[in-house]
């Protein structure tokens, strides 16, 4: 029990620096979606958002997951030389399919444009085939330090980025560019984070060992065995995502898909939570499990979920009882028509952090073709209910079909992960908290059904929200024997004694007693 404490702890410490460090970096990055949303109507931000995910799309496809091969491949007690020719490997092989393709794209912009009915995109395609190198670059940059565990230095690297993007995009429209300054916003935002992030690699793997290892074959091809199972799974929900933004563009108008692409953003932000314990998750994960600790490996899984469920639960009952508020406090009244799909989206995007880790659950235990198939799985499943729904329901279709496409991968993963290891991520004490702060959250919304809430007034009820999640933790005696020696631990290092935890820790031991 210990050492799942102690790996726990772990996650928790390099999470708290991802997560920050993720929020701050998100919070830029909306930013930014705001902005052209707000200076571009829903029409013309549809028109960019389609030459995006096109290009987004193809991206996924180039990096071959070498962004989720390199970090697995070069975590734990590789040799230095190892390590600088696995990463190595992985920029060799998606530098070279990234050319090719945006030779392709170039060669056949017209052609796509006419597909869409849109013969503009025959102009803002090439521009934008720019991001089919910088991207690439970006996740194999930031693979590497997710190898390496260095977290505070992919948040700076991806932080720096964003930034740049901003700077860069605010510029543009300041001069009266702004359809330049939206293509630049992406590309340079991925250049950014991928000098920086090679930077950091060159200093830590790199600099004064007095020769660099390049790559020979065998490695290039063991780095491209392992990670083309996961080209698919690695990006899925990028490519959930985009599926929903094509068909949404080749079934409905441009003004539809400026809605979607607005949305999407700020309705994953739930998954940030769980892609910042992910983060380091798997690399500690992947360690216990090498060691055959299967009890620790189980105990982490298990409270990890716990953990991503309760934090990520306010801010989506904040996202799906007061959707039309949060739209419209951050996009502007024209975009108000995507209050149900919002909050449609947002609901799946928390059933998908409700089941945790699940995907670094599968490639910790070495099962990466499994991840492909379940990620194949759920985007089929996702583009039949696309061409289905969207017709008729329009882009809340395209959100219903995205949530029920990550229900499809995620119940394939957690089945694998259960025949493999005999674990699960679910516990009656991660419901139990949720009950009461789910009544709490309906009144509040039923209270101020009649009132046009702003950013300010959400930010209160979201806090509120949250407060009353903590106190139903302990109220509903939902600490498990993990939980209690993280925050005894907490109370040691801070010097301080929680009364809660105090309580609920003495309540328990006199359970036990009695039993």
Sequence with gaps: MTGSSDGLIDVLRGAG?????????????????????????????GDIALAYTIVSMLAVIVTLGTAQGVPRLISGDESQERKQRLLLSGFSITISIGLLTFISLIAFSSTIGEIFGNPEM??????????????????????????????????VARNSGRIS?????????????????????????????????????????FAG?????????????????????????????????????????YFLESRQVGYYRAIQPLALLLLVILS?????????????????????VNNLFTSTTKLVSLIAFPIALVFVLFSEDVVVAFYGADYAPAALAFSVL?????????????????????????DMISAVAGLLVNI?????????????????ATGVGYFVYNVIELGVVYHSIGTHPFSLNTVKPLIPTTVVAISIASLTASQSLDLI???????????????????????????????????????????FVTQQIEGQNNKEEEL
Excluded: C
Excluded at 26 to 34: A, D, F, N, P
Excluded at 129 to 150: D, H, K
Excluded at 234 to 240: D, E, H, K, P
Excluded at 491 to 498: P, S, T
């Design 457 to 499: 007034m959400l930010l209160v009820i979201g806090g509120v929200i949250a407060i009353i999640q903590f106190v139903s933790v302990f109220a509903t005696q939902s600490l498990e024997t993990t939980d209690e020696l993280i925050l005894q631990r907490l109370e040691n290092r801070l010097g301080v004694d929680l009364p």
């Design 209 to 249: 060992t007095g020769r660099n290892w390049m790559p020979n074959k065998s490695e290039i091809n063991e780095t491209f065995s392992f990670s083309w199972p996961l080209a698919v799974s690695s990006g899925f929900l990028i490519l959930v995502g985009n599926f929903d933004i094509l068909m949404v563009g």
């Design 165 to 205: 993007g901003i700077v860069g995009l605010v510029f543009m429209i300041w001069i009266g560019a702004e359809t330049i300054g939206a293509v630049g916003y992406y590309i340079v935002t991925q250049l950014i984070i991928a000098l920086v992030a090679a930077y950091f690699l060159y200093e830590q793997l």
């Design 384 to 400: 039949i209910l696309n061409v289905t729904l969207i017709p008729i329901y329009g882009i809340s279709g395209a959100a219903f």
């Design 346 to 370: 947002a609901t799946g995007s928390y059933l998908r952090v409700f089941v945790g880790p699940n995907a670094a659950m599968i490639k910790a235990i070495n099962r990466t073709r499994i």
């Design 122 to 155: 025959a102009t803002v395609l090439p521009w934008f085939g720019l991001y089919l190198l910088t991207f690439p670059a970006a996740r194999v940059s930031i693979g590497g330090l997710r190898g390496i565990e260095q977290s505070w230095k992919t948040v």
């Design 276 to 296: 910042s314990f992910v983060f380091l998750f798997m690399p500690i994960v992947t360690k216990h499990y090498k060691s055959n600790d299967i009890n620790i």
């Design 17 to 45: 620096i991802i997560f920050l460090g993720t929020i701050i970096g998100r919070g830029i990055g909306l930013l930014g979606e705001v902005l052209l949303a707000r200076i571009l109507l829903p029409d013309q931000f």
